[in-house]
């Protein structure tokens, strides 16, 4: 391998899987993503049942489970927003 291949190797695995809350952040419309983000930062609101709640509702129908949403709200994705 050369060693100008390395970087993007090494890039990849660092890098993980996509955080599905930041994807459904950027591509809410910004009263529905500010909504997510307060429901997220509310230490009253479990994560599993937000995730229950954001599968069931019809209109913006969102499938992410409880440990996506927690690592998000924790600040432990790439976006590093840490809501509690
Ligand atoms: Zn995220």
Redesign the pocket.
């Known amino acids: 391998m050369a060693i100008s291949d390395i970087r993007e190797q090494v890039t990849t695995v660092r890098k993980g899987p996509p955080?599905e809350?930041?994807g459904a952040?950027s591509t809410l419309p910004e009263g529905e993503a500010d909504a997510l983000r307060a429901l997220l930062a509310d230490p009253t609101v479990r994560y599993s049942t937000l995730s229950e709640a954001l599968l069931a509702d019809e209109d913006t129908k969102l499938d992410i489970n409880e440990y996506t949403l927690s690592?998000?709200a924790r600040g432990k994705?790439?976006?590093r927003?840490r809501l509690r």
Request: hydrophobic share 40%; proline share 0%; glycine share 0%.
């Open positions: 955080c809350v930041c952040l690592r998000h994705c790439a976006a927003e």
